[in-house]
Structure formats: C-alpha cells, structure tokens
C-alpha cells in the first residue's frame, strides 16, 4: 500500500513537472518564455488607477492596449496582489527591481489589487505602498473581472506581456530573488531580443 501510494506521488510529481514546462521556447537550456503559438493574449481592458497616477501620464484608468501601443512600451509585468497576502508583499520588491533595471528598455510595472472591502480599500492599499515603497501604479480590479478573464487562481500571479499583447511568461505564487527573478529576467531579455 505505502509503495503504491509513493508511486502515484512521484508520478504526480513527473506529470506537474512536465506540464509546467509544456509550451516554453528553450535557450540553451529549459526557458521560462511561453511560445507565442501557445501564448494567451491580454484581451483589451482598463482599471482604474488607485496610486501612483500620473506614471506613462497616467491618471485615472489603465487602458492595457493603449499602454501596449506606446512607442516607449515594449512590454507590461503584471502582478496580481492584495494586502492580506504575505507573499504578494514580498514578491513587490523583487518585481520593482526588474522594473528599475529595464524601465528605460521599455519595461513597465502594473500592480494590480484585488482586495475588495471598498470603504477600507483606501487605508490599507495606501499603507501598504508606503511599507514596501511601491513606485509603479496601483490598479484596482475590484470586481476581479479581469483576474476571471485571465484565468488567475492563486495570488500572487506575475505575467510578462509582449508588444502584441500576448503572455510570455507566467509565475504563480512568491517570486524570490534567488529562484524566480532569474527566470523572470531571462524572459525579459529574450523578449527584447525579439524585439
């Protein structure tokens, strides 16, 4: 019985392995990039700003398609939060230092809250850009229209957005700087290469 159920384990184990890794482009080696035949596209929404407004001259509403066809936009990370989340405020600071190190590269940073209590949202997400000093803009999907759309299920959850509008790269769950800001870089330079 215990070898039995030790099998079915490690070939769950095999099988969620090679399902991650089903659709990535390879570079000399295994790639965290989405080929851009089984990539998903964006779709086209806004959300509104709730911090940080005035960032790419943005003030009330994030269109993405509009942000996508700015000349000094080559590509949008995207990171699903909410205060309550341990681990989305740890992946932040990760988040925002791939944003500082290719900002002038055509990289652009969208927080995107799904806390939902209203009449407390101001409070909190405010508090909590002053603790972890967010400097991208802060988007609300208060109703969690576009996380459904996408198909998020766990927060945090990164993507990487190419020029066209297509997700190159997806990470659910904390990004650490020694396991996951490597891949998330890599995928960030793959993407300017093929411009």
Not at 153 to 175: C, F, H
């Amino acid at each position: 019985m215990k070898k039995s159920f030790l099998t079915v384990i490690s070939l769950g184990m095999v099988l969620s392995l090679l399902l991650n890794f089903a659709g990535c482009v390879t570079l000399g080696g295994e790639s965290p990039v989405i080929s851009r035949s089984q990539a998903m596209h964006i779709g086209d929404w806004s959300l509104e700003v709730i911090a940080n407004g005035g960032v790419f001259g943005i003030r009330d509403k994030v269109d993405i398609q509009e942000l996508l066809a700015r000349d000094d936009v080559n590509m949008v990370l995207i990171d699903f939060w909410a205060t309550w989340s341990t681990p989305s405020s740890r992946s932040i600071e990760y988040l925002q230092d791939a944003y500082y190190e290719y900002r002038f590269h055509g990289l652009s940073l969208l927080l995107i809250n799904l806390d939902r209590q209203a009449d407390k949202i101001d409070e909190r997400i405010m508090k909590a850009i002053d603790n972890l000093g967010i400097t991208a803009p802060v988007l609300w999907d208060h109703d969690s229209e576009v996380k459904s759309s996408l198909g998020i299920g766990a927060i945090p959850s990164v993507l990487l957005v190419d020029k066209q509008g297509y997700i190159r790269y997806e990470r659910v769950g904390a990004v650490s700087s020694e396991v996951d800001l490597p891949p998330l870089l890599e995928a960030i330079e793959y993407l300017l290469e093929e411009g």
